[in-house]
């Protein structure tokens, strides 16, 4: 259960209104890495924690600040607001400042939340949950923490200089510093579910055994650089082979007979002359006898008129 | 530029047809951490890279390989289906097995695609290119790229758990592999990042003097966990420090008195009551004297009726 | 800024499993009108309330109960999941009812989630912000909160009649509980907001002059039942004149001469021929010649060829 | 089934051309409470409607002039478009006027629609299906009606103010008196579902007595306000009673022990040791007999690898 | 399988940074008819082609053209965002061209890709796999696919028309020039279709004799325009009657009575009283009489409150 | 403006329920191809039609029509639902028939629509108006229609093949005779729009001399098929030639310099040391002397921690 205090977590007062900076700033409340992102991100992983203590203490410390940050910068954009010339006719328009202002604006800003913040971007797309990470393995989503942290601190950064109003750069500092805090601590929580013995650095910790084992420690060289080689992965203690010019694999890549049922084209002329399809097919022939009973029957459903057409295209 | 082979890249064949775990497939294909992802995750980072050489190089030659994990994905997709029950009625229903592989196939495989993959995922939700990064910089994505390729194998190895055909899990154990040289690469090139100077652990690497030097180090404890500060993050050289029960270090969260012309409510009576906001307003009171200058003209352009509401109100 | 407490607001224990279940009980989690719907639509309403006091409080005591529910709903959703078959193979699905239920699972949890809750519907389509509303105007806000509360309530007695856990429907008696409090509380709000003086029953509380004086107090019978008019909104103090057959006010609706640069298709001789629209052209003439100048300009920058293709159709 | 006029409901006629308002107006067009969202909701709730007569008739008459509506506004956006300066290059910027014009405009409606209208909102998010309200139950879709006529009157209002065109103020002059009375009609529908005994103010009408009797009548204080209990919401008959501080009625919310086939991160021993979920478990021993039955075969399932894992962990 | 040679298939270098039409080059990237669309479209139409030979060629072939074109374009947009003001400050803005700039400007390519493109269009909506067709039916495809190229090539041609950059419009020509091409063979491959008797020009080619005869040549004449009949669509071998003022042949559209425990609206009475719905119903009573047996169940399912209810109303 | 009539465009009475068979006709109300994208796609057309006369009633009428398909699926689906076993326990679903249908059937048309039709597909993803096309060229738009008919009728064909109920059939026999005029009429139309000279083959109708001479009759063979030439396509009057194994034309796709306050990741040393891109860029030198004078002062605004930064990487 939460309980909310009234004071903001820091102080969120420009110097004065700036309508353009304030669409820009939506980018910290509803984009992929904004505000709302991390919220949702460390509440799911926190509820999802089959970890009792430490690890599940961090994430709900860190989850429920972040609901804080939501309402430091949503007030921040209220107050960035103020003022703005949300009413402007077209006559207006034509002082080239202005019109300019109100073309860097959020419309939806005025239009739909009465100059207030949106649960958007900084391009009016909704915050949407395919965003988070949540997965129930904490090596798995620390990483992505860590990773959310970097790409929040990059474009708060980012933002920070592109203002030079006092009150909005105070709260940036804020952030950038917590942004900085989250990430050594995300970052550290990784080292200690090793130390813990909860995890090692692959993840999930399990398939070492099954999984390919040529294949486990290649890089495969599919683009003309030669510069792949030369990194420090190809060195040291398990280091990564570079293959150059590798071939395929695998067989060709062909799609079965369709379903008479479901229209799609096939023909079986063509088929029968020798196509790569037909000649991956007869490899593939005994394996498959049981379905091709099957299919008879389901020929049968699709009725006369589908059977006319496969005549017509023999 | 890019050029096809139409060998696939392991081969990608099921023993048996089995359109409920062809369902499941979608998720590595059209996921927010399947193969469409990194994809185009790793061409719009290498793209955009602006290091030439050995990290460049790393990138558009994993990017390359990912796009013919998409089709090695969508051939096992179409084969899975093969002889599938699209065409059932609802007197075949009364079988129950028939039923149940019914209830749980993606009725889009057959209704949209005619018995092949689609672009989206296990769910039927069509990828979007709002899961991917690519930010520019190494280290932020970097950090992006080992934490999806830890969540791709953590769904490859949930998958594999999932099926017990020789055909699907010998093509997965390829992918298994494929995703721990992934992450091992991008933990690797994360050092060699370092290694070369470009960049630090915090990202970016900027605005340590600048950010909130008092918060810059501290972990809010606002959940009522106790363990908290026993992990890990609070020993060592950079300590974090857990401040337990802290106090919020900002004011109100109050929105300015709107815009007439937008219709916000609002009423001035209980303003100057002595609510928060009244307060909060006095102490910021000189700063915004301009802005009052400005908006006394917005008030004009809203017009009589509004300025009639505001008596009422008043 | 808030603070948690790991003490859900009320118990969530289900008595067994039931993974069927637990997809269902996602659209009140992640839903049009699931918890993080109402979260976040009191919380960016509180946070852009611009009256401060009673109205601002019970947004902001509903909104950080709110956080809770989606908790509460994490939590059980988790539990449902406990046990449940996500790992069965093509062999296992030949028992009928293990078959079902793995039919009527949501894939993404195990898969995605790892056997937690997501931030979906039960669908598997992600929450958006699209689904909020916050517009500053406090009665048209509270409307949308009463609304929401009503599908939130109905939603949870349909799922109420789909379980008959006990541990289930104790929670869910709650959440019925707080539904009905919630819809009280709104639409008590909004005859609170009337008895103010800040809000009468149109929203928003102006242009009642401006706006048309003819077609303000007529419901326009545009389909063929006869029913229409005998409702009660069409009797009373302020009775709604319900229009039988009614014709269209305006001309016909065209669009005008497109811009040669955009390719637009257009014929002048058909349009000289005197269509529709070069008839509601003429009548428009005398208010376009200065945009009929600004157009010429235009039609030079596309360039010759188009000149050319403009000929070819005249 | 439907017919179609070639004349619009009302006349859409600017006077002149202007390009950054064309933009605005798409949130009337496509946003979430456009004429897209108010025709398709009331379709829906009309071809569902189970009571016929004159419910069914105000929905279907209702909606059939929304798509009017629909028709009156893409009709305006190509006439606000005519002449605009789709195709200016980058020499042309340099006139601050004509640049801050394009800088204000959609650019989707020059590249994408060739001057018209777009299934949109003003920053082209396209409209979609998860906006509308269409439950079955009249009050709850009557509730969602009047507040989405109050929202769509309330951006037309505010769309108002932002031009003085005579021609569109003409058509919002329109569009407001239509909002007034949908309003209206929808807050009188709810007063009739009510004499005619078919709804009751709380939706559904049902398992009041089975609902929480505690806490059906409780606002829980979670925020430091302490305006909340003075609202009118406290009085009356029916008083809704303010708790203050109130303690959390559930135990924690703890996750269950996870299916290790699944690799979330788990930790036998520091579960042992005494973690609030330990105790939690504990109390819950006797109802998950079964399930753990279940659950050593799921186990087994998981193969050996991951057993080894867990001895690790253990 | 695929490989990548750094050199772009076409030259991208524009003369000079215009980071205006760095955005609008964004709809050509991830817009619906852009080369994200292409790209993935043919390929997953190539990967589920069921034709071996020089239909799945075709489709390989000009899929991996199209991921170079995502190449080029994404190149361009960094080159035009080079020293671009990503940082001016609200100082700044007073300068007219600058600030008019600022507002034509995408905000995300600076702020979340650090100046480079992003999988969006030119409004920052992401790219989502909703956008292409590939139903392994190749008539129906290859139309869709004439059909975006013909969009593609349109959009092209816009936005050659708004640049005048030597730069950028030498890379338009070659666009413009395989677009050419591109419509140019799917329309030469439908007619390959026909020609190799595999499809004739209605998709599917089936249930010609099953789907209603009487209504399998009439054009619905449903808007009062009356040109309509006029068409070359009304004449020569198999020309198409035209319905003027056609009368519905279905009843009334009416849903059936609501399952009590959905608590859907419904009035026993009102139905009774000889509506539409209670006429239909009767006409229909004979074919539900086993489903009225099934609904008494559900009727107990949803319990005594819900009978009480129901006796309200009745 | 638009009426309506109650009565349907043909009949849509199911002989029984079945709810597993309503949650797929979801894909013909809000797939990409349902009725809502040809509704909304020919409303768009008809309304931003610039050609006066046949193609606009063309468009109207048919537009008109669709409204009418989108209700007799709505009403098809609500009563397929009748008597589904919406409320079924936990208990209920060990009867595997019950529990196939339960894990077949669409979630949401219970729990959000009370037994009825969704704005969404078959999965559950709302319709959005990225789906359709509107484009103001008729034959890119006709196109398209052509196209979208096709998949429609495909989809229809399939579906008709997973029912035997006598009254969907009859409903489906009827729309694929509407969809097979529709086809009809779009290609004759398409026909009609080069007959009347308002469109040539290759759209838009422009651009033929400045289009890259070169490259505009050749497909570039980058997949290792060998039998793209032998198609159709390389023959007749106008052939398109087959480049086997083509070479890029363009240099090495590079990213520019950053701009210091994005922080991107950057090099100096490593690019100075004789990279592809140091190469590309000393080629490019005189045209970018403007841009660098520019960045020399955007570095400066940077500020000093990155000026520090900067010279580390040096």
Redesign the interface.
Known sequence: ?????????????P????P??A??LQ?LI???FGE?SVT?QY??QG????????????L??????E??H???L??MV??LL??????????A??D??M??????M???Q???????????????????????????????DF??N??AE??G???T?????????PGVKAML??N???D??H???W???I???E?????T????????????????????????????P????SE?D?P?EYLLDP?????????????P???????TV??AEG????KAQAA?KS??K???A??TT?RK???K??AK?AR??A
Chains 1, 2, 3, 4, 5, 6 share one sequence.
């Open positions: 259960m939460f309980r909310h205090t009234k004071r903001l977590q820091f102080e969120a007062k110097e004065r209104p700036d353009v900076y669409r820009k980018e509803g984009g992929a709302m949702m509440l799911f509820w999802n924690c089959r970890v009792e203590g430490k690890y599940k203490d961090l709900m410390d860190t989850a429920t600040e609901i804080g939501v309402e430091m949503a007030t209220a107050r103020e003022g703005a010339p949300a009413t402007m006719t077209a006559e328009v034509k080239p400042v019109a300019a202002v109100i073309g860097g959020d419309p939806m005025a239009i739909v939340a009465g100059g207030g913040a949106l649960p958007a971007n900084c391009q009016g797309v909704p915050w949407n949950g395919g965003y988070i990470v949540a997965s129930g393995n904490l090596l798995a990483r992505a860590a990773a970097a790409q601190r990059l474009q950064a980012r933002l920070y200089n592109m203002t030079d109003d500092q804020f950038l510093a917590r900085t805090v990430q050594k601590q970052l550290k929580a080292e200690e579910l130390a813990d013995g909860l995890e650095p692959i993840v999930p910790n399990a398939f070492f055994d099954e999984e390919d084992q040529v294949h486990n420690h290649t890089i495969w060289g599919l683009s003309d650089g030669t510069d792949g030369t990194g420090g992965w040291g398990d990564l071939e395929p694999l695998g067989g060709p890549g062909t799609a079965p007979t369709p379903d049922a479901l229209f799609s084209t096939y023909s063509q088929d196509t790569v399809k037909a593939k394996s498959t049981k379905t091709a099957k299919k389901a459903t699709a009725g008129k589908t057409s017509k295209r």
